[in-house]
């Protein structure tokens, strides 16, 4: 069994960590102005900033929480449903098919669509 990493860890980290675990509005707001400030470096339009973000996530079978927050955001941006579809099948080749599947009931619950029993 693998024991935690003791270190030292300043009041401030341990806050902000703190933060982002809770969903605290404050923290996630400087969470928004990074994202900003990143998604204007890449010279993409904010909608296919955060589809690419989207593709990254299902890329990386990321934690149903995450869908939450950049289906959000790219709704925000202007993107619609059909281009969550768009981006699935982009990227099914890939990444595969069981991230692609694993990655619709998640985009789905972040839509606040209902999920068809027994998935």
Do not use: C
């Amino acid at each position: 069994m693998t024991m935690p990493a003791k270190t030292e860890i300043d009041y401030a980290t341990r806050e902000a960590l703190a933060g982002m675990a809770a969903g605290h509005a404050d923290v996630l707001e400087e969470l928004l102005e990074i994202r900003e400030a990143e998604q204007q470096k890449t010279g993409l339009d904010a909608r296919s900033f955060a589809l690419v973000k989207i593709a990254a996530l299902i890329a990386l079978d990321a934690p149903p929480a995450s869908y939450l927050w950049q289906v959000a955001n790219a709704l925000d941006a202007g993107a619609t449903a059909e281009d969550f579809i768009g981006v699935l099948r982009a990227v099914a080749p890939q990444v595969g098919g069981p991230k692609v599947i694993a990655a619709a009931p998640e985009i789905m619950v972040a839509l606040g669509l209902p999920v068809p029993e027994g998935l």
